[in-house]
């Protein structure tokens, strides 16, 4: 029996049967053993959809999931019968003026795995068994098991936004919000050599995980008065927290002439900001959207540090999705929390 998570509308998740995947040409089936609740599947609970994209069908949630090989259709190759694998939830189209320039994480008619951005939907991967194209299966190194690997997708997000920012060696780094996608940022400017990471967050739980990632320095984001605060502007600053006081604080507190990263996504519609800022100061605002090439960068990360284990809050059972889905977006809490679908 495969078993999936399935959202029909806001605030409607529910635990459903469905049909075995069969491995069309060129595609795999993976037995998925473990998937994480980002910040998206939470959205799409909460509030049917996230930013621009909102649900028009119901939808199998996921897009952080790991599991083994157990089928191959005609004319698909890749790790043999049997392999744990992550899998890449991307699907660029190849041809694109973004791909041809070598930045497929902003392809135009890209496909990911339980995304509302088109129409109709990509479904998830939140299921017992997925069919996905083989060429998204990626062979998890030596020594990194299941668990740990379900990381590997929003570590390279925090990966992706990391180089956005430019060579942080011996740089100050100011990262605003501390839920699992600033954690995992934390994680990826400590591997990529920065001489201090602050955080902000408001809860002093979020911030804990935070410091277990590596920050040097943790901050409640609502006290100006916080001595963790830096005492001179930041080299670069990263915006993970998706609201507009977040990236404020971000152009407020990073140096003339650094840079400001925006990652969290904000919501929809028109966002206020500190413009003048930009030009006064001639600070570079950049976003940050999805990866490409830094999922294999994440998978050996992942294996060589195994503090990651850390960040993840709790593993509970499919059939238990509404009450994970509930603790994950406690961030007074939870970091990461997955299902497992064995």
Request: hydrophobic share 45%; proline share 7%.
């Amino acid at each position: 029996m495969v078993l999936g998570c399935v959202i029909h509308g806001q605030g409607d998740l529910r635990v459903e049967e469905l049909p075995e995947p069969e491995p069309g040409p060129g595609r795999a089936v993976v037995a998925v053993r473990y998937g994480g609740i980002c910040g998206s599947d939470l959205h799409y609970h909460r509030h049917g959809g996230v930013g621009d994209f909102r649900l028009r069908e119901p939808m199998l949630l996921g897009h952080e999931v790991v599991g083994t090989v157990v089928a191959y259709g005609d004319g698909a190759t890749g790790p043999a019968l049997g392999t744990p694998v992550a899998v890449h939830p991307a699907t660029p189209c190849g041809v694109c003026p973004e791909c041809a320039d070598g930045r497929a994480n902003v392809c135009r008619d890209t496909r990911y795995l339980g995304s509302a951005a088109r129409f109709p939907h990509v479904q998830g991967g939140f299921a017992s068994r997925i069919a996905v194209p083989a060429v998204q299966l990626r062979a998890l190194p030596e020594g990194l098991e299941l668990r740990r690997a379900a990381l590997a997708e929003p570590l390279s997000v925090a990966l992706h936004a990391v180089r956005r920012a430019g060579d942080l060696a011996g740089r100050d780094v100011l990262v605003t919000g501390a839920g699992p996608i600033g954690c995992l940022t934390v994680a990826a400017a400590r591997a990529a050599g920065a001489a201090s990471i602050t955080v902000t967050d408001l809860l002093p739980r979020a911030l804990e995980f935070a410091a277990a990632a590596g920050a040097t320095a943790c901050v409640r984001a609502d006290d100006p008065d916080d001595p963790n605060w830096p005492s001179d502007e930041v080299d670069v600053a990263i915006e993970a927290s998706g609201v507009a006081a977040g990236l404020d604080t971000c152009l407020r507190r990073v140096r003339r002439g650094g840079a400001v990263v925006q990652l969290g996504m904000l919501p929809p519609g028109q966002s206020p900001f500190a413009g003048n800022l930009l030009v006064a100061r001639e600070i570079d605002l950049r976003g940050a959207f999805r990866f490409h090439a830094e999922f294999d960068d994440a998978l050996r990360l992942l294996a060589a540090e195994p503090s990651f284990d850390a960040l993840i809050s709790a593993v509970r059972p499919v059939r238990e999705a509404a009450e994970a889905f509930g603790q994950a977006a406690d961030r007074s809490q939870s970091c990461k929390v997955l299902l497992d679908f064995a």
